[in-house]
């Protein structure tokens, strides 16, 4: 729940669930489900900074260690749209990253980065 500063923007993870709803424009694989990643940045710059599905760089693993390839795609927090829009110095945005996985895939951690800024690392091993 406490944000993290990257490059421009300050992220934190609020909740990971599970779904078999239909997100963005992919299609979910029979035998999948969708890790749900919810998020929320913060512009830490003094001026407007756009965010879109480019402006972070996310990687699933599992409990292996093998990487679980993401859909490239970055939802608002509560619509099943692309998000896309500037934000306001200190402004604060929710977003979703979404991945589909086996239904008996135990992913263990995001790790999510900004341009060439440091990773954060968040444990999900135990979403439900």
């Known amino acids: 729940g406490a944000y993290y500063p ?6 934190k993870l609020d909740s ?14 029979e035998g999948n489900r969708y890790l749900v990643l919810n998020l929320t940045a913060k512009n830490g710059q003094a001026t407007a900074t756009l965010m ?9 693993a ?3 260690g093998a990487e679980v390839e993401w859909n490239g ?6 619509r099943n749209t692309s998000l896309e829009q ?18 008996d895939l135990k992913p263990k951690t995001l790790t999510i980065r900004e341009e060439e800024s440091k990773w ?9």
Not at 86 to 103: G, I, T
């Open 62 to 64: 599992d409990a292996d």
């Open 16 to 29: 990971a669930s599970y779904t078999t709803d239909k997100l963005g424009d992919s299609e979910l694989e």
């Open 86 to 103: 500037e934000l306001e110095s200190k402004q604060e945005m929710k977003f979703r990253f979404f991945y589909s996985v086996p239904s």
């Open 52 to 60: 879109r599905f480019d402006t972070f760089r996310a990687k699933l």
């Open 73 to 78: 795609q970055m939802l608002q927090g509560s």
């Open 6 to 11: 990257l490059d421009n923007f300050d992220v």
């Open 120 to 128: 954060l690392v968040y444990d999900v091993s135990g979403v439900n």
